[in-house]
């Protein structure tokens, strides 16, 4: 039962689903980590082509998980591992919404919500991290990155002046 793909895709993406605390771009180390390490199904290039995929796409970043299930096992993976990634939270969250409106205000819940940016800031720099490793890009895309973060949070300067920056700096380089 184990080997049959598409359990396999449910088993990496319901327990993600919950983990996804900041959004779908927190589990995107994870995703990494099974789909290249654990099982296989692809390498660093080919899970970074599925990430810019995903991310050139509309919707949630979380529709990586659907191209990672379409390049295991087509359509059928591709529906499984969406419904695996989308489902359980959507459920959680659908059962908590009540009990969330109710207690609005209390200390438990500022401190649930305070307590969880950290978590989910500290999963989405995973991410970049796992992603900047996977990348061919050396120590030109770790300066890249790390450059922009400092002016991101220092100046006013706008995102696509910095992703110009970067590309012309790749331009430049290689």
């Given at each position: 039962?184990?080997?049959?793909?598409?359990?396999?895709?449910?088993?990496?993406?319901?327990?993600?689903?919950?983990?996804?605390?900041?959004?779908?771009?927190?589990?995107?180390?994870?995703?990494?980590?099974?789909?290249?390490?654990?099982?296989?199904?692809?390498?660093?290039?080919?899970?970074?082509?599925?990430?810019?995929?995903?991310?050139?796409?509309?919707?949630?970043?979380?529709?990586?998980?659907?191209?990672?299930?379409?390049?295991?096992?087509?359509?059928?993976?591709?529906?499984?591992?969406?419904?695996?990634?989308?489902?359980?939270?959507?459920?959680?969250?659908?059962?908590?919404?009540?009990?969330?409106?109710?207690?609005?205000?209390?200390?438990?819940?500022?401190?649930?919500?305070?307590?969880?940016?950290?978590?989910?800031?500290?999963?989405?720099?995973?991410?970049?991290c796992v992603l900047l490793r996977s990348t061919e890009g050396g120590w030109l895309a770790?300066?890249?990155?790390?450059?922009?973060?400092?002016?991101?949070?220092?100046?006013?300067?706008?995102?696509?002046?910095?992703?110009?920056?970067?590309?012309?700096?790749?331009?430049?380089?290689f």
């Amino acid at each position: 039962m184990k080997d049959n793909p598409l359990i396999q895709l449910l088993l990496v993406f319901v327990p993600l689903s919950f983990l996804s605390v900041g959004g779908g771009q927190s589990v995107i180390a994870d995703m990494h980590r099974q789909s290249v390490t654990v099982y296989g199904w692809m390498n660093d290039a080919q899970f970074l082509n599925l990430f810019a995929l995903s991310r050139m796409a509309p919707g949630p970043g979380s529709l990586l998980a659907a191209l990672i299930g379409w390049q295991v096992q087509g359509w059928a993976g591709a529906a499984t591992a969406a419904a695996g990634i989308f489902v359980p939270s959507s459920l959680l969250v659908y059962g908590l919404a009540k009990l969330w409106a109710r207690y609005r205000g209390a200390r438990w819940q500022m401190a649930v919500e305070i307590g969880l940016a950290p978590v989910a800031a500290g999963m989405i720099l995973a991410t970049s991290c796992v992603l900047l490793r996977s990348t061919e890009g050396g120590w030109l895309a770790w300066a890249v990155a790390l450059l922009s973060t400092a002016l991101l949070l220092f100046t006013r300067l706008s995102p696509f002046v910095l992703l110009g920056g970067g590309a012309l700096a790749f331009l430049l380089w290689f």
